[in-house]
């Protein structure tokens, strides 16, 4: 009589606690984890894109030291290779010298090299 209690006990313990058989080949004794859904919910996983609001996306087609140029009629800014390396890939400049200055895309300004302070720079509105 005591087996059947404990056995009765024990079952209705297992489907409570959902720690029953996991679902695999008939007979498996396996116990559930009852807490590996909680390591993988959406609050602990890595933030997405989606995440960020829009006023806060960095706009990535244009370059803030070209912005800078453009809303002014003329002026100079020294920029570093990394600069020169992004404003090459947004404005699709090729062979890039410091012998040949090149214009980025329609904007007005150009991109050379400066002999002086052995740097490139960003030109607008004058002769470099």
Do not use: W
Not at 52 to 57: A, D, S
């Amino acid at each position: 009589m005591e087996n059947v209690f404990r056995k009765i006990i024990h079952t209705l313990l297992l489907e409570d606690l959902g720690l029953g058989r996991a679902r695999g080949a008939p007979g498996e004794d396996k116990v559930k984890h009852r807490h590996q859904g909680d390591r993988f919910s959406p609050t602990m996983g890595a933030k997405t894109a989606r995440a960020i609001p829009k006023y806060l996306e960095i706009d990535n087609t244009t370059h803030p030291k070209v912005e800078q140029l453009r809303e002014k009629p003329h002026g100079k800014i020294i920029i570093n290779d990394n600069d020169v390396n992004k404003i090459c890939e947004l404005y699709n400049i090729k062979n890039l010298t410091a012998d040949e200055p090149r214009e980025c895309g329609t904007t007005g300004i150009t991109i050379t090299f400066d002999n002086r302070l052995n740097k490139y720079k960003l030109v607008k509105g004058e002769r470099y």
